[in-house]
């Protein structure tokens, strides 16, 4: 079993940043996927950026170059640090993990992100 507790949503202008958190605990295998996929209303999930135990990093086309993914040095907390947000980035956003070379996820609760003037 792996807990994920995610934070840092809120609502931003345009053009504004915002930096999400998810610390998760339980036990570990030695290689495992973090990171956040995202829905917004009306549309389909999206992976949004993951990373593997390796910092091995992979990012969706559209928030390529605006957003970035890391960890602490544990690596047990991901970090989505979010720049040049815009309203298509609305959405709610959920931590991930899922230990390789298993199919099964962990989700988080989900965190309201808003981008709006």
């Known amino acids: 079993q792996v807990q994920l507790v995610e934070s840092g949503g809120g609502l931003v202008q345009p053009g504004g940043s915002l930096r999400l958190s998810c610390a998760a605990s339980g036990n570990f295998f030695s290689w495992y996927i973090m990171g956040w996929y995202r829905q917004a209303p009306g549309k389909q999930r999206e992976l949004v950026a993951i990373?593997?135990?390796?910092?091995?990093?992979n990012y969706a086309d559209s928030v390529k170059g605006r957003f970035t993914i890391s960890t602490d040095n544990a690596k047990n907390t991901v970090y989505l640090q979010m720049n040049d947000l815009k309203p298509d980035d609305t959405a709610v956003y959920y931590c991930?993990?899922?230990?390789?070379?298993?199919?099964?996820?962990?989700w988080g609760q989900g965190t309201q992100v808003t981008v709006s003037s």
């Open positions: 990373i593997t135990t390796d910092d091995t990093t």
């Open positions: 991930y993990f899922r230990r390789l070379p298993t199919v099964l996820p962990y």
